[in-house]
């Protein structure tokens, strides 16, 4: 199975453009399946053995439901691949009733801790407080997603033109708009390092070697421990932030959806969900027949 399921990944690498990221999801689940089924050979794929596996991860109380979904569509993947190349004779998920999504609305910081967070990293002196503000800021100003921040080269900043040049999802290339303050900060921080070539890393950690995708995590992470909050901040919620505020300001869906690399307008679209909610908010607590007792 194991040789199958490195074709598979192989295919999704090269044909379909998948990320490193998705693919390591997509090999750790593939070979869990394996695992938990004891699966031997392709003859044993078939739906008795697809249910039970449904039924092991739905038994698992600390398994999100979105996570269950990631995992279930991992092998239906393969399966299809499998069937493709008439490796199985039928998919073995004809038939089965799967659980459904999760919507879940994404959660974003506020304006004013976005503020309150990017004001405290500016303190202090130092190239490591440099990067981290303009890392930060950059996340913040462009919406990009992790692994597309940890690869970004000095050479994909457009100082003048005041844009980023991003590899996303499936290799598609996008342009992104930077503010100024955030292309002022990063500025500052190239030139505190000793070689600014184009093809070097943007962000280096502290080995100068590439900033990874995990020591981004870790950065966000220490500037949140420094404001003592409680609630969880992960890089994503950035992308969150960055989208929300957006459209609560005005920014149409279509224009979004450029910034953000989605592929499909659905993807963008769960962010006027949020926006929708802040609206209600607002309206719950300003308009008089709105409050409780109307409003006496």
């Not at 490195?6 to 379909?16: A, I, K, N, Q, W």
């Not at 799967?98 to 405290?120: G, N, Q």
């Not at 002196?125 to 890392?135: E, F, I, K, T």
Request: glycine share 8%; net charge positive; proline share 3%.
């Amino acid at each position: 199975m194991r040789e199958h399921i490195v074709d598979f990944l192989s295919y999704l690498r090269g044909t379909r453009r998948y990320s490193a990221h998705t693919l390591r999801a997509y090999d750790f689940d593939l070979n869990e399946f394996v695992a938990v089924s004891q699966l031997q050979s392709l003859a044993g794929i078939e739906r008795g053995l697809i249910r039970a596996y449904i039924a092991d991860l739905q038994k698992k109380k600390n398994l999100s439901r979105n996570s269950l979904l990631r995992k279930i569509s991992a092998v239906r993947s393969l399966t299809r691949f499998l069937l493709e190349r008439n490796l199985i004779s039928d998919s073995p998920f004809v038939g089965l009733i799967l659980p459904k999504k999760e919507k879940l609305l994404p959660k974003f910081m506020t304006e004013d801790e976005v503020s309150a967070l990017l004001e405290t990293s500016s303190s202090g002196v130092g190239r490591s407080l440099l990067r981290d503000r303009a890392l930060l800021e950059i996340l913040y100003s462009t919406g990009v997603r992790r692994a597309e921040l940890s690869s970004l080269n000095i050479g994909d900043v457009d100082f003048n033109g005041g844009f980023l040049r991003v590899f996303g999802k499936g290799s598609r290339e996008r342009v992104v708009p930077v503010g100024n303050q955030a292309l002022s900060v990063l500025r500052s921080y190239l030139d505190s390092r000793p070689s600014r070539h184009g093809g070097d890393p943007l962000f280096f950690n502290a080995r100068g070697s590439r900033l990874s995708e995990q020591g981004i995590a870790l950065i966000i992470k220490k500037w949140k421990n420094n404001l003592h909050w409680p609630k969880r901040l992960t890089p994503h919620m950035f992308r969150h932030s960055f989208a929300t505020h957006l459209l609560n300001a005005g920014c149409d869906l279509r224009s979004l959806q450029e910034m953000l690399g989605h592929k499909n307008l659905s993807n963008t679209q769960i962010y006027t969900h949020v926006s929708l909610e802040r609206l209600k908010e607002v309206y719950g607590k300003s308009h008089p027949r709105a409050r409780s007792s109307h409003g006496r």
